[in-house]
């Protein structure tokens, strides 16, 4: 084999390996559900964490700053996590949950930043309410974790 | 009395050092993910240290000489050269880690970002290995990161199920949710986190540096045999705590905010502002620690001058290698690096680099042309070689269940 047909057929492996990688490639439906779950179990612990501080900000029990940086924290964290989960393609059979999941987790970040706003304010009338919606946001990514175990259409 | 009560002093610091940000963030993690089910971990990682730490605690005591300054010369350059390039490589890492895990605790308390705190934490690390008087730091240190008794406290005020903590800890068994792989990847990090390859260092090269002799192996013993398992207890406590109040909650622990939470719940804000005092004595104690075993192993690997004793311009390459390690755990610090990621992949990392630490050790404690009368006795030597084969185990098991796991996600 002469050296100018092995270049030949290295630079076809290198332009066929950039021309796959333009292509998003799609995880198998059982991979994807796994990282589903992950990014929900992740960012539901971080909405627990938030719970958590801002429980323990309302009982006075949290010194100086120490509330603010665990939310701030949290807040990173989940975000993370979801801007992770949100930019890998889902494959087909997964579009519908997809959705669903971007959404909770948007929903429940979302609800992070409003804890982090509040505790940075000082605005202690907001925890109870902040308190009840995280609250209630843990407790559907729960649900939604679950449901992930389940392959389309076995799920509720 | 005043040898009893230096005895005290010395097993008090002990139990205060023993904790370290590797310890703290793994057992947080473990105790949160997998209740204490990894707790007899900890007592066999505590034990191992105890073997090795009164082995080589004895060389320097018999010897007046420490750890990499006999091993060279008993072993050889080439060994020797190992054995420092895969201990220093761990030691940096985990001074690195613990210089980010200072910044982080003084970050819970004033809201500023660690990046703006480490540059500080740094200068005052190095100030404190190049004026403070050994004694000084070693015991102020060690007896502040006693501070850490509070998650003790808070798990008894947190009053948990204790038979079913105890089950859980004499079970080997793991959460259903959770996978063997990850279990065994924890087991594995908590056991590199309890045998630092630093505390040994810095325990032989302290007692070189304070001139204990073959009467002070008493005063060795005690620290090792009482000061290290009581610092193992704090471990457990810290996991017990993470498994009593986070795990519940499905809170897996990445900050060292979230390490904190369960004192709060338990004692409030005097119990708070007690745990972060343990949280800066203990990583600060150890920067210090692992600051000073990165300038001894270089400068008795290579027979340069070396201690805190002797005068600066009489060890002005020990005092470079200080200067130079410390610039570098701010330069990488910078980088914004995550201090708590540092801090598990240290521990990893000391589990793979065990061997080539502890092995050495061995050798040179058992050979009666060092040790004469003091060489390892019967007990030593079967300890030491049945841990040095789990010590194999785990150092080939290390990065293929990090890499398998993708770090225990």
Known sequence: VSPVTVLRVLGALVVLGLLSACVPSAPSPESWREDARRAVSDVAGEVATAQLALEQETADHLLGGYAVVVVVEAEELSGDAATAFESAQPPPVEEKRYDRVTKQLDEATGLITDARIAVAAGDEAAYPTLVRQLERAGRRLDRLEQSLEQPPGGSG | ?409
């Open chain 2, 1 to 409: 009395m005043k040898k009893y009560l230096a005895v005290a002093l010395g097993v008090l610091s002990a139990i205060g050092g023993f904790v370290d940000i590797g310890d703290l963030v793994t057992n947080a993690i473990a105790g949160a993910r997998f209740g204490l089910s990894l707790g007899w971990v900890v007592v066999l990682g505590v034990v191992g240290i105890c073997v090795f730490a009164e082995m080589s605690g004895r060389v320097a005591a018999v010897s007046g000489r420490a750890t990499f300054d006999l091993v060279r010369e008993r072993l050889g350059p080439r060994m020797g050269l190992l054995n420092l390039v895969g201990s220093m490589g761990v030691t940096v890492l985990t001074f690195i880690a613990e210089i980010g895990g200072v910044a982080l605790a003084i970050q819970l308390v004033t809201s500023v970002n660690e990046l703006l705190i480490v540059p500080f934490v740094a200068l005052l690390v190095w100030m404190v290995l190049w004026r403070a008087k050994f004694t000084w730091m070693e015991n102020v240190l060690g007896l502040l990161g006693l501070a850490l008794v509070v998650f003790a406290v808070a798990l008894w005020q947190l009053a948990p199920d204790w038979s079913r903590l105890g089950h859980q800890m004499a079970a080997v068994d793991k959460p259903g949710d959770e996978s063997w792989l990850t279990w065994a990847f924890y087991a594995v990090a908590l056991f590199g986190a309890a045998m630092t390859p630093y505390e040994v260092f810095f325990f032989s090269s302290g007692i070189v540096e304070e001139g204990w002799t073959v009467k002070d192996l008493g005063l060795v013993r005690a620290n090792v045999f009482l000061g290290f398992p009581l610092g193992g207890v704090l471990s457990l406590a810290i996991a017990g705590c993470t498994a009593v109040v986070l795990g519940p909650l499905d809170i897996g622990v990445d900050t060292l905010g979230q390490v904190g939470l369960p004192v709060a719940v338990a004692l409030g804000k005097v119990g708070l502002a007690i745990a972060l005092a343990g949280f800066v004595a203990a990583t600060f104690g150890a920067a210090c620690e692992t600051g000073l075993s990165a300038g001894y192993s270089i400068a008795q690997y290579f027979g340069w001058q070396w201690g805190k004793y002797v005068r600066t311009d009489k060890a002005a390459r020990f005092h470079l290698v200080l200067v130079l390690v410390t610039l570098l755990a701010v330069g990488v610090l910078m980088t914004g690096v995550d201090p708590i990621l540092v801090t598990e992949v240290s521990v990893v990392f000391s589990a793979v680099a065990l061997p080539l630490t502890y092995f050495p050790i061995l050798v040179v404690a058992n050979d009666p042309d060092y040790m004469g009368e003091h060489a390892n006795g019967r007990l030593a030597n079967l300890l030491g070689t049945v841990y040095l084969f789990i010590l194999l185990i785990v150092a080939v098991a290390a990065i293929p269940l990090m890499v398998l796991t993708g770090m225990g996600a």
